[in-house]
């Protein structure tokens, strides 16, 4: 089966620069994750999605931040201004069911977002 | 609020040898799951084991296998004969419910030959 696709792997730009990500969960996969994890830090996530609805988007700056899942398939995150402290790796990750963790979650490799 | 504490930020163990990783967590809740996930420099986690916390029995895995002790909330991975490909960052998890995965801040793992 194939995993959970990342794009790009690599990112770099300047603060103020907008930068977006893509994901495309394992098929038939609804549940989609984006974490944001710091340097020297465990992963933090910034949204699930459940389909193409969110059922967790507390810990998303939204002022700056944004993401969908319009079709419940794949999902873009997107990052507009970038500020230093948005350097990070970017996971997307996607399950089954929410919740159920006899289906655990399925990490892609990450794109790492470097700032400027 | 759910929160898991890994207190060790780095280990080394010889190849061949054992090593055990700690991991304590703090929840109110009495059902929830626990996990070691496994990122090694390419960057993806990796789900290494889970356990269930109304399972008494601790959960194996080939090579890694967990000592979870529910009421001191400790949930540590025990690698045996250690492998050059276990070198990674180990994050320990809790999962409660219809909640985000929480993470401890990781332990980076070098196995020496």
């Known amino acids: 089966e194939a995993g959970v696709a990342q794009s790009p792997r690599y990112k770099i730009i300047e603060k103020r620069q907008s930068v977006a990500f893509w994901c495309n969960p394992i098929?038939?996969?609804?549940?989609l994750y984006w974490y944001q994890q710091i340097l020297g830090q465990g992963p933090k996530l910034l949204i699930q999605?459940?389909?193409?609805?969110?059922?967790?988007d507390s810990q998303l700056p939204k002022d700056r931040f944004s993401a969908e899942r319009l079709k419940g398939v794949d999902s873009t995150l997107k990052i507009q201004p970038a500020k230093l402290e948005d350097s990070a790796v970017y996971l997307c990750a996607s399950s089954l069911i929410t919740g159920y963790s006899n289906q655990p979650q399925h990490f892609g490799d990450g794109t790492r977002l470097s700032i400027l | 609020a759910q929160t898991v504490t890994q207190s060790q930020p780095e280990m080394s163990v010889q190849e061949a040898e054992t090593v055990t990783l700690s991991c304590t967590y703090d929840?109110?809740?009495?059902?929830?799951?626990l996990f070691w996930y496994k990122q090694p420099p390419s960057r993806q986690m990796i789900l290494v084991i889970r356990?269930?916390?109304?399972?008494?029995q601790n959960a194996t895995e080939n090579r890694f296998s967990v000592n979870f002790q529910k009421a001191a909330k400790s949930f540590s991975l025990k690698i045996s004969d250690s492998q050059l490909g276990d070198t990674a960052m180990y994050f320990c998890a809790l999962l409660i419910g219809n909640t985000p995965l929480v993470f401890g801040k990781g332990t980076r793992l070098s196995v020496i030959a």
């Open positions: 999605f459940q389909n193409n609805g969110v059922v967790d």
């Open positions: 929840t109110s809740e009495s059902n929830y799951y």
């Open positions: 356990q269930e916390a109304y399972k008494q």
């Open positions: 098929s038939g996969h609804a549940t």
